[in-house]
């Protein structure tokens, strides 16, 4: 069984910055590429970022590129979402996702594994 408990979340003002975490845990835990997502309310879920656990591809959307950053250290199975200059429409519950599959993806439907999610909430 796959686990993923994200943290960080919380209330922060706009043009502040916030760092998400998810810790990955379980026995068959091999993921090739771990994504945030994010759901606004009434809206439907959406990609934020993904990297590749081995080889350091990123993805980022539109919406947070070069305000966030995507990391990881395998290590200690952890991935990390450095969020910078954040906006009112940024506020969300964000969600940790991990796939088995090669490459990166998108799509929220391609990965199998997911976190309860947490919540930001950025002030104006």
């Known amino acids: 069984q796959v686990q993923l408990v994200e943290s960080g979340g919380g209330l922060v003002q706009a043009g502040g910055s916030l760092r998400l975490s998810c810790a990955a845990s379980g026995r068959t835990f091999s993921p090739n590429v771990l994504g945030w997502f994010r759901q606004a309310p009434g809206k439907e879920r959406e990609f934020v970022a993904a990297?590749?656990?081995?080889?350091?591809?990123?993805d980022y959307a539109d919406s947070v590129k070069g305000r966030c950053t995507i990391s990881r250290v395998n290590a200690r199975n952890t991935v990390y979402l450095q969020m910078n200059s954040v906006k009112p429409e940024d506020t969300a519950v964000y969600y940790c996702?991990?796939?088995?599959?090669?490459?990166?993806?998108?799509?929220?439907?391609?990965?199998?594994?997911w976190g309860q999610g947490t919540q930001v909430t950025v002030s104006s």
């Open positions: 990297t590749s656990w081995r080889g350091g591809i990123t």
């Open positions: 996702a991990a796939h088995d599959n090669l490459r990166t993806s998108r799509t929220q439907y391609d990965y199998k594994y």
